[in-house]
């Protein structure tokens, strides 16, 4: 499986990015995906999450009502529309994929439960 995303940039506080991470894999429908994000000296953590069927989605809690997640089976991809940006947005975000017969041990925002990465994408955010 490899992962590509694209659409990082910066922005001003309150401004939108939309980012898209495309999938080179046949199955792609049996993968859960999620997006994380990264600062230097702090671990990944999850930021938004949609299983398999496209049917459940997850946030976490500071980009609830701002970040929407979707996807797209037919094209292999999946995307993160981000509104109200702010400055602790800022990181590097990247798209992780799960396989969605396997069971989470930490749940959906747990990046150790992720078998595969892209390289990120930046977005930064700026007052």
């Known amino acids: 499986v490899q992962l590509v995303e694209s659409g990082g940039g910066s922005v001003q506080a309150g401004g939108s990015l939309r980012l898209s991470c495309s999938a080179s894999v046949v199955d792609y429908s049996d993968f859960d995906m999620g997006w994380f994000r990264q600062v230097p000296g702090k671990e990944r953590e999850g930021v938004a999450f949609?299983?398999?069927?496209?049917?459940?989605?997850e946030y976490a809690e500071p980009v609830i009502g701002r970040f929407t997640v979707s996807r797209d089976n037919a094209k292999k991809m999946i995307h993160l529309q981000m509104n109200s940006l702010k400055v602790e947005d800022t990181a590097m975000y990247y798209c992780g994929a799960h396989w969605g017969f396997a069971p989470f041990l930490g749940g959906w925002s747990k990046a150790s439960d992720y078998s595969y990465w892209g390289q990120g994408t930046q977005v930064t955010v700026s007052s």
């Open positions: 949609v299983d398999f069927g496209g049917g459940r989605t």
